[in-house]
């Protein structure tokens, strides 16, 4: 049974810094393709960034130099370390899954339940 758990989300202020977590369970992530999505409220979901099996990044023009996307095999864990955060990046944020790599599509088959980001 495959669960993604996202942890690091919060409140700050413009300008600030977070590191969001995925924790995963049920399968390697070494061997999966792995993302993070983010959902504002009235909008659709839409990919942030993204880490395949072999490392190989991919990330939004919006997040492009202000997010980094990482992947620690050992802990079977994805992160999302944001900086110079915007109000714009206020959303719901979801960590997902998929054994393709599927990059910043939205038809990944595992998904986390989100943890949410406020800038203000």
């Known amino acids: 049974h495959v669960q993604l758990v996202e942890s690091g989300g919060g409140s700050v202020q413009d300008g600030g810094s977070l590191r969001l977590s995925c924790a995963a369970s049920?399968?390697?992530?070494?061997?999966?393709?792995m993302a993070w999505f983010r959902q504002a409220p009235g909008k659709e979901r839409e990919g942030v960034a993204t880490?395949?099996?072999?490392?190989?990044?991919v990330y939004a023009d919006s997040a492009k130099g202000r997010f980094t996307i990482s992947k620690d095999s050992a802990k079977n864990t994805l992160y999302l370390q944001m900086g110079n955060l915007k109000p714009e990046d206020t959303a719901m944020y979801y960590c997902?899954?998929?054994?393709?790599?599927?990059?910043?599509?939205?038809?990944?088959?595992?998904w986390g339940q989100g943890t949410q980001v406020t800038v203000s």
């Open positions: 049920g399968y390697s992530a070494v061997n999966y393709c």
């Open positions: 997902a899954a998929d054994f393709y790599n599927l990059q910043l599509a939205r038809s990944y088959t595992y």
């Open positions: 880490v395949d099996r072999f490392g190989r990044t």
